[in-house]
């Protein structure tokens, strides 16, 4: 049995990893403002993360041996986090995204070939520049430099100190019906349903995705089984390109798929990429976890993703 601090929590994969770290015995206690409240038998201190004073108070002496920090977006609110829990807990995980990896977001980024997915090193936390000062209290701001925002709260854990700190940085989630809150898969699922056409780029690329409870998995396995430190690809194998993903949802849907060029009108489908936005996921399997493939699971989170989605008429 280990004490484990959940930071967020309250939807979706963090959700399913309070269940199971609950289940699988460990102590568990929630950190959110309220939004969500775990399940019976974890702990849940209701505060703002970012009210540093506020968070020392509702810790109390509280320590862990794991904090899994699920919505840490920011160099300000990782400088936070590593402070309040520097000697509180031995080992610090944080969910972060494939996004680091875009280099529309960041100039120091140069794209690689085509058939290369992406290593961990392609983005070293621990010579990230950092910037605190810019305005990541602003929602449009922070929404626009989400990617930026996502490195530099690695770099700033990655350089704290007081615990071991490690990144899991996930692909494209999908699964899990409504419950998968961006709406990215439904989008195709209405328009394959509707008989209308999906936006693509001309020369799209693929990109990798891994299922909600695949990566609720591995966060419990990064949590109380692994003991690596720094950055983790996570994605399931097999990579997708937009029309593979289109042509799966038009399966399900027992309808043709249909295209039409990306514009300024129409702008492109979520997952639809002019680079290769693929990521090498070597490094966990060398470190013992198996990955399902997008095949064994994409069929069961279009079913899910179709049962919310309402029939419509075919345009013309």
Same mark, same amino acid.
């Given at each position: 049995?280990?004490?484990?601090? &959940?930071?967020?929590?309250?939807?979706?994969?963090?959700?399913? !990893?309070?269940?199971?770290?609950?289940?699988?015995?460990?102590? &568990?206690?929630?950190?959110?403002?309220?939004?969500?409240?775990?399940?019976?038998?974890?702990?849940?201190?209701?505060?703002?993360?970012?009210?540093?004073?506020?968070?020392?108070?509702?810790?109390?002496?509280?320590?862990?041996?794991?904090?899994?920090?699920?919505?840490?977006?920011?160099?300000?609110?990782?400088?936070?986090?590593?402070?309040?829990?520097?000697?509180?807990?031995?080992?610090?995980?944080?969910?972060?995204?494939?996004?680091?990896?875009?280099?529309?977001?960041?100039?120091? !980024? $140069?794209?690689?070939?085509?058939?290369?997915?992406?290593?961990?090193?392609?983005?070293?936390?621990?010579?990230?520049?950092?910037?605190?000062?810019?305005?990541?209290?602003?929602?449009?701001?922070?929404?626009?430099?989400?990617?930026?925002?996502?490195?530099? $709260?690695?770099? &700033?854990?990655?350089?704290?100190?007081?615990?071991?700190?490690?990144?899991?940085?996930?692909?494209?989630?999908?699964?899990?019906?409504?419950?998968?809150?961006?709406?990215?898969?439904?989008?195709?699922?209405?328009?394959?349903?509707?008989?209308?056409?999906?936006?693509?780029?001309?020369?799209?690329?693929?990109?990798?995705?891994?299922?909600?409870?695949? !990566?609720?998995?591995?966060?419990?396995?990064?949590?109380?089984?692994?003991?690596?430190?720094?950055?983790?690809?996570?994605?399931?194998?097999?990579?997708?390109?937009?029309?593979?993903?289109?042509?799966?949802?038009?399966?399900?849907?027992?309808?043709?798929?249909?295209?039409?060029?990306?514009?300024?009108?129409?702008?492109?489908?979520?997952?639809?990429?002019?680079?290769?936005?693929?990521?090498?996921? $070597?490094?966990?399997?060398?470190?013992?976890?198996?990955?399902?493939?997008?095949?064994?699971?994409?069929?069961?989170?279009?079913?899910?993703?179709?049962?919310?989605?309402?029939?419509? &008429?075919?345009?013309?």
């Amino acid at each position: 049995m280990q004490r484990i601090c &959940v930071i967020g929590g309250s939807r979706y994969f963090g959700k399913l !990893l309070v269940q199971r770290l609950r289940a699988a015995g460990h102590q &568990v206690t929630v950190i959110n403002r309220g939004s969500g409240r775990p399940p019976a038998g974890v702990e849940h201190l209701v505060v703002d993360r970012d009210d540093e004073a506020a968070l020392l108070a509702a810790l109390g002496p509280r320590t862990f041996d794991v904090v899994v920090d699920q919505v840490c977006y920011t160099p300000v609110q990782a400088a936070i986090a590593a402070r309040v829990f520097a000697g509180r807990t031995r080992r610090y995980v944080m969910t972060s995204t494939i996004e680091v990896y875009d280099p529309a977001t960041a100039a120091a !980024l $140069a794209p690689l070939p085509a058939d290369t997915p992406v290593p961990e090193e392609t983005v070293d936390p621990a010579t990230w520049p950092v910037d605190p000062g810019l305005p990541w209290h602003d929602a449009a701001y922070l929404e626009a430099h989400y990617a930026e925002g996502k490195r530099q $709260a690695e770099a &700033v854990l990655t350089r704290a100190g007081g615990f071991t700190f490690a990144s899991v940085r996930s692909a494209h989630v999908l699964g899990g019906g409504a419950r998968e809150f961006t709406g990215r898969l439904a989008h195709y699922t209405r328009r394959v349903r509707a008989g209308e056409a999906v936006a693509v780029h001309a020369h799209a690329l693929p990109t990798v995705f891994i299922h909600f409870a695949e !990566l609720a998995e591995l966060l419990h396995w990064a949590a109380t089984e692994a003991d690596f430190d720094g950055p983790l690809n996570a994605c399931s194998d097999g990579p997708l390109d937009v029309h593979a993903l289109t042509a799966a949802v038009a399966a399900q849907a027992g309808r043709a798929p249909r295209y039409q060029p990306a514009t300024a009108a129409a702008p492109a489908s979520p997952f639809s990429f002019e680079r290769h936005y693929a990521m090498s996921n $070597a490094r966990a399997k060398e470190l013992g976890f198996v990955f399902s493939h997008t095949a064994d699971w994409l069929p069961g989170a279009v079913t899910e993703a179709l049962a919310e989605t309402p029939t419509a &008429v075919p345009t013309a």
